[in-house]
């Protein structure tokens, strides 16, 4: 790090995110103003102002990349994974890894985008629904296979599973007692468990 509170080779608007992505994540979007960010950075609060917009703009920026990496890994982690049951378990995993590797942003991403202006919000609502669409299709695929009971109700158990991911910043520890693969597969253990046939 220098002495402005960025390292060498972070330029003034990566370490205003990576600032913000701190402090949103642990104070909270409304208890964090501008000077807090400009205080850690080392920069006077007027210049963050040639850098970013606004405290919104950081948000959606956070929330938008967040996002995106959840996509992305969600993506890639289908992959050559055959069977509904082998995709949905690679899905949850996922999700776990990009938790361990960000707890603070996901709490963002997940929780604080209501905090967002009505037009940013319908943005943030249709890539999480792109996010939700690949667990939707992994989980029709699996009633339509057999796999999972056939009077399952897809988008309430979709909601169900990402609501129990999503809190996971709260316990998930990613140096904790268990490695985050033992943690995953537990994980999917009890959320899929209710899927199968009954």
């Known amino acids: 790090m220098n002495g402005n509170g960025t390292s060498e080779l972070e330029g003034p608007r990566e370490a205003i995110i990576r600032v913000a992505t701190g402090l949103f994540g642990e104070r909270g979007f409304p208890a964090t103003s501008m000077r807090d960010i400009a205080r850690e950075v080392g920069i006077l609060a007027g210049s963050l102002y040639a850098h970013i917009d606004g405290k919104e703009t950081l948000l959606l920026e956070i929330i938008e990349t967040g996002i995106a990496e959840y996509i992305d890994e969600a993506v890639a982690a289908l992959t050559g994974k055959n069977g509904s049951e082998e995709r ?3 899905l949850i995993r996922a999700h776990l890894d990009v938790v361990a590797r960000g707890p603070r942003t996901t709490k963002i991403v997940f929780h604080q985008w209501r905090y967002l202006s009505e037009d940013h919000r319908a943005l943030v609502r249709h890539r ?3 996010y ?3 667990f939707v299709q992994v989980v029709q695929a699996g009633v339509d296979e057999g796999i999972f009971a056939a009077d399952l109700d897809v988008p309430t158990v979709v909601r169900s599973i990402l609501g129990a991911l999503n809190w996971t910043p709260e316990w998930l520890r990613a140096d904790g007692a268990d490695p985050i693969d033992v943690v995953a597969q537990r994980l999917a253990d009890t959320l899929i468990l209710g899927l199968c046939h009954r």
């Open 88 to 90: 949905l378990r690679a």
């Open 128 to 130: 999480r629904d792109e």
């Open 132 to 134: 939700e669409e690949l």
